[in-house]
């Protein structure tokens, strides 16, 4: 049995807030897009506050792990991949429902969970 490293809780989030950002891409303005100014995922609509032309991947990540990672506990999760798909959900489609749809995952296998999105 080979056992799994252990990963620290700051490269646990670097792991995540990586692969995010690895899809999310770079500053856009796309006028079909309803958040409006775009960059590394952060939107204007979403945070009005940030002048989102000027944003740094290091702001983008302590935005991501201030508003994402830490108060939704992802840091909690055991398995590091399966934390990082609920992260990468959320960011995609909002807590509630990245909550909702893991739930709904986990209550199609028996488990006894109710579908509230916390």
């Excluded at 899809?23 to 960059?39: F, N, R």
């Excluded at 991501?64 to 959900?89: G, H, R, S």
Aim: hydrophobic share 35%.
């Amino acid at each position: 049995m080979v056992n799994k490293p252990k990963i620290l809780t700051d490269e646990r989030f670097e792991h995540a807030v990586n692969f995010v950002l690895s899809h999310e891409g770079g500053y856009s303005d796309d006028p079909d897009d309803d958040g409006g100014e775009t960059k590394f995922g952060i939107s204007k609509r979403s945070y009005p506050h940030v002048d989102v032309d000027a944003l740094t991947v290091e702001q983008a990540k302590n935005i991501y792990k201030c508003d994402f990672w830490e108060p939704q506990l992802y840091k909690d999760i055991k398995d590091v991949n399966f934390a990082t798909k609920v992260f990468d959900l959320a960011v995609n489609m909002g807590s509630n429902w990245a909550h909702r749809l893991v739930q709904r995952a986990l209550k199609s296998t028996g488990q006894d969970i109710a579908e509230d999105g916390f």
